[in-house]
């Protein structure tokens, strides 16, 4: 017998951003989710992992938050975004959120990883308009050493995602030494490029703005020495995913020395 969804979800809600501007179309009202089966060597918000990491909240009380936000929302063309963390460890909680933003005629969108695809419903992803596809490498070895949890159960959600034809976002963290093997991106350059539902990739260069939270949790950074990407590299990069007609924004050729 299957299990009625509870009323009102209670949640582990790490923190909310009011108006974000990366986070899909327009400004955002982001909530991060705590709780995460990866375990990234440059997570930036290493402090997200646990659900216990996070605010017990209820849905309601989380929407009743947002209709504030709502006349804002709409004229700057944005909406609702949860984030994480990863929103899938909490599919309840995630599913009444994206409902109610759904009755307060926002647009709605899912961060994810994709790798507990069996998490998510299709009752949940019929509310998403859409989604947020982060994945982390395109080899089995890479992905492990960089996540901890292998590529294949992402893959496969992102071919569900295809069948569905939901809107995704493709996005890509680029971190030298790392994420930069150009025949791994070119892999996953023609896996995007075959899916057919990819609308843009987003290559982000790496960062340490959440290398202090490491330290906070005297937890080893392993990226402590790791420099972001050259701008050289990222128009590369950028380069090989739109030679198969991907859509992919950022700079495409270098600034002209002045």
């Given at each position: 017998m299957s299990?009625?969804?509870?009323?009102?979800?209670?949640?582990?809600?790490?923190?909310?951003?009011?108006?974000?501007?990366?986070?899909?179309?327009?400004?955002?009202?982001?909530?991060?989710?705590?709780?995460?089966?990866?375990?990234?060597?440059?997570?930036?918000?290493p402090d997200s992992q646990h659900l216990a990491d996070g605010k017990k909240r209820t849905a309601s009380d989380v929407l009743a938050e947002l209709r504030k936000y709502v006349p804002m929302l709409r004229a700057a063309k944005g909406g609702l975004t949860i984030s994480g963390g990863e929103p899938l460890v909490q599919p309840e909680f995630t599913l009444a959120l994206l409902k109610g933003a759904r009755k307060l005629g926002l647009h709605t969108a899912l961060d994810t990883s994709g790798f507990l695809n069996a998490n998510a419903s299709e009752e949940l992803l019929d509310a998403v308009d859409l989604v947020l596809l982060d994945i982390k490498a395109f080899s089995e070895e890479t992905h492990r050493k960089l996540t901890r949890v292998p590529l294949a159960p992402i893959l496969d959600f992102a071919r569900r995602l295809a069948a569905r034809k939901q809107r995704v976002w493709l996005r890509y963290v680029l971190v030298p030494g790392w994420t930069d093997k150009l025949e791994e991106i070119d892999g996953l350059a023609a896996f995007a490029a075959s899916l057919g539902n990819i609308e843009r990739v987003d290559v982000l260069p790496f960062h340490k703005l959440g290398e202090w939270k490491w330290e906070k949790l005297k937890r080893p950074y392993l990226l402590r020495d790791t420099q972001p990407p050259s701008l050289k590299l990222q128009i590369e990069v950028r380069r090989r995913f739109r030679k198969l007609g991907l859509n992919t924004p950022g700079t495409r050729h270098p600034p002209k020395a002045t």
């Open positions: 299990r009625q969804p509870l009323v009102d979800p209670v949640g582990r809600v790490h923190s909310i951003e009011t108006a974000g501007t990366s986070d899909g179309p327009g400004v955002r009202f982001v909530v991060f989710l705590s709780g995460c089966p990866l375990r990234c060597v440059y997570c930036h918000n």
